[in-house]
Every structure is written in C-alpha cells, then in structure tokens.
C-alpha cells in the first residue's frame, strides 16, 4: 500500500486510504509531546467512534485483518497519526509531520499488514531500531538500582541519602542494588546541576566516592535539556537559551515551585550550550557517576528560534542527547518523559510509563497525587510498550513499590508494581532497605531474580486494557494474570495455555485446574514441571 505526500505551511502531511471490515478498533501510542487530542495507548471499555491520535505508529483492524502505520526515523520531525472515521467506520489514517519542510525528505514510514496486531508492532519495532542505529542490548541480567524520588520526593536531604547508602550497603541480601541515584533535591535550581543546596553540605563527588566504596555504582539526576529562568545559568546565559517570538527566553511550566517554576530550553545548536552540557558530563564522570537520570527530556522540544536557523526541535534534541552520549560513552543514560524515536541509538534505557506513586490507584491518593501517578497506570502504560521492551532500548516502568511503610497499598498490590520490573528487567527501588520487612524485601528480591521475556498481551483486543500476557522465563511459555478490578475473576489454565497444574513464581504456590484471583491480586504461572 502507498501513499503520498502533500507539503502544507505545517509540514508533511498524508492519507492512508483504509479498507478494514466493520467494527475495526485503534491502537494508539501516546506519548507527553502528542497534542492531537491524546487517548492512552490502550483503554478497557468500550470505545466511542470518533477520531484516535496517536505518537510514531498506529494499528486499526479487527479479527484477523490488521494494518500499522509507523515512522520508522525521527531526524527531523515528529510523526502524528490519527484514525479518522466516517460514517462510524474507519476510513483512513492521517499522518502530520510537523517540521519537514518544502523539498526536504519526510521521515520514513512504513506500512504492515497482518492477522496479529501484537506482532505487526514487534516487526515495526525492530525496523525502527535498524533505522535509528540501535546498538545492540544487553539484556542478560535486570538492571537494579535505588533512587530516593518516591521515598522522599524534593525533600531529600543528604542525610536521608546517606543514610540509605549504608542500608544499601549493609543489606545486600535478598534484593541488592547496582546502582545508587541521587535524585531531584540537591541542586540549588533546576540547570545548576553542578551548584548543591544547603541541605546538600558534602560535595557529590565525595557522595559518589561514598556509593563506590560501598560496592555499587554513583548515578545522578539532571534535566539537561531545560533550566528555570531563577538559575544561574540562565541569569549569566539568557543568550543560550530557545526564544519566543518577541525575543525573550520561550518558557514553559514546570513541576518545581516557584520562582524555580518557569522553565526554559537550552538551545543545543550553540556551540556554547553544547560545550557547557558537555563539561557538566565530563565533570560528573570525572567523580565518579556512571549511570545518568535524563529527565523532563520532552521540555527540550521547545518551538522557538535557535541559533542555526534550519534547525528543527527535533534535530537540535538530538544533537543536545549526542553532545552527552559521546561525553560519558561509557555511561548508562536513561531517559525519562522522553519522545521514544528522537531519542533511539542515543539512550540506553528509556522509562516507559508516566510516574508511579505510593498509591494503587488514583482511587486511593485521596486528592495527594494527580490522576496517572500510581501503582496501576504506570504498569499499564509500561505494558502498552511491550514491543519496545530490548529492541529500542532497556524499558524502565518507574520504580518498584515494595514496602510496607510510608505507602499506601496493600501487598497484593506491591506484587503488581514488582511484575512491571519482571516483565521490562529494570528493577529500581526506592524502598528504604534498612525498615522494609522481611516479606516485603522478598518481593524486590523477585524483581531482581526473575525475568519474563518476550512479553506481549494474551488475547486481547488492541483497544482494551489487557489482564492477560504471555512469555518465556528461562526459555519456557509463562502467562501472568492481573485482577485490576473490584470482583474475584477466574481463569481456566486450558484457556490461557498452560498445563493444568501451575506454579505461580511470585508467591511460591500451585494452582490447579483453574485459578481465582481476588481483587487487585496477580500471578506468574509457569507449568508446574519448570520448577
């Protein structure tokens, strides 16, 4: 199937005549920067007919007639897609390419068809990362680690740090970190990240030299595409900075309470700019840290005038991501709110989902945390890439929620937020090892241990939600299952495809025949003969 493109004063834009039967569904995936009317990537319930937008790719189909529509480079531009009915049907998908310009080549695309929606994204995925230059990952062991955002959030001290460094170090049994990471909180202003606060006393290099003494590795969190217009360096550098169209340093909101609130985007196509980032990396290094917090990455697609006039958003973000890759080549850099394509052969590991929180559910944060910021959400939205899962990059699902104190979940629920770590292989925490308990240190210990490969959703629709999702552990077929509603749900093993005695490796238990969960509960199965 082809198309064609039509050059309009807001970029590339294209139709894809569709041809689906009747009922035809959308799987969109969304990401921070897609501002078409945003749907989450997979919702459970009904859908209305209306118009679907979507960020890099898009399927539509029912039964066994599928096709995907993706862009497999991001150069230059973001993709936008959108399924667009008439007549409730499914008539054709819009494709936008914001920032290529008259007699420039689009970004390429491409079209698959097939009877598994599942599929057809892992072969997209695949030629997306051969396009992008996608080295090779390694993926033979989880990646574990500590940060303090969820335990402590802005408030982290260095005592609280340090403090956990030792707990760390002194309970390296069941669950033990590779990596330690200092989070948001000992910067004086957002882009001072070399500057620490008063509460922030001990130099970070000497923190660093602490984490490495200990047996572990130094990690730190920057946002290295923006800074408040409080911070120093943009007092001294307003000049560095991507302008509005009245000539001032172009802002948006940030998450940080004033006067560190306004937030503005580093223009990497000054070589000034590329020179300072460089030099914050190489300092870093240079005490010691090896693992890199990028976040907030999608503020550094800021519109605006730059210094070199063809520049795109997207080119100069990837210009920004190369001057720190090839700063701290052998570093391991994770980006966080990060637009996925822009980001490929410059990252190795990439969150997947939005925030977590230390609640289940928005149903339980009692107004404290925002819709979106929990237990649940973030495993769905992570589950919802699964196809990126070691092809675009390590996938992060935010940190494990283990503990039993300062959190607000039942156990049960805990075991959800530790199979978001089985199924991707990055198992970060920000549990305190020094009063987690026994039971609960146990269950960090699984996310560490175990990995389910290969996962994708067990027989479900491409618009809904799924409570189903098969895979391999140690080369064998594992299904696990997850109750996210208010009612007991049964599962016969006939009918998910496993033997009729199973072993559920979360908690250590076999079940026959059929299994019942209650609400909020999960499993790993694995046939009773793997263990």
Known sequence: MSFSWQTLDDGYRAQIKLDLPAGAVVYTCNSTMVKLDPLPPLKRGLLNFGDFSSANVIVAGSGEKYLLAGAVTAFRSLTMLRAVYEQNRLSFIEVWQPEIKKGEKPEEMVILEGADWRKLLCDYADIAAKKMGVPPI???????????????????????????????????????????????????????????????????????????ASGMKAGIWTMPTSASTASRVHREHPDWFVKDENGETAVLPGWSPAPDNLWGCLDATNPEVREHIANVFKTFRSWGFTYFKLDGLYFGLQKGRRCDPDATTVSAFRLLLKTIREAVPDALIMGCSEPF?????????????????????????????????????????????????????????????????????SRNEAKLSVLAAIMTGVAFTSDHLGTINPDRNALLAKAQNIRMRDVMPLHASPNFWPREFEGTVEGKRAVALVNDTEKALTWKMADIGMDETCFDLLDDRKFFHEITLEPHDVVLLVSSGSK
């Open 138 to 212: 390694n993926s033979r062991k989880n990646v574990t680690g500590y940060c303090s955002w969820y335990y402590y959030y802005k408030d982290v001290t260095q005592a609280n740090m340090l403090e956990n460094v030792d707990a760390l170090a002194a309970n390296r049994s069941p669950y033990a970190a590779e990596y330690i990471q200092i989070d948001d909180g000992y910067q004086t202003f957002q882009g001072d990240w070399l500057d620490q606060c008063d509460s922030w006393p001990t130099p970070v290099k000497e923190v660093a030299e602490k984490i490495t």
């Open 341 to 409: 394509l822009p980001c490929l052969g410059l990252i190795d590991n990439a969150r997947v989902s939005n925030d977590t929180s230390r609640y289940y559910s928005e149903h339980g944060t009692r107004g404290a945390i925002q819709m979106g910021c929990n237990i649940l959400d973030a495993f769905r939205i992570s589950l919802s890439n699964f196809f990126t899962f070691d092809r675009w990059f390590r996938a992060d699902p935010d940190v494990i929620m283990a503990r039993q104190d300062n959190a607000f979940y």
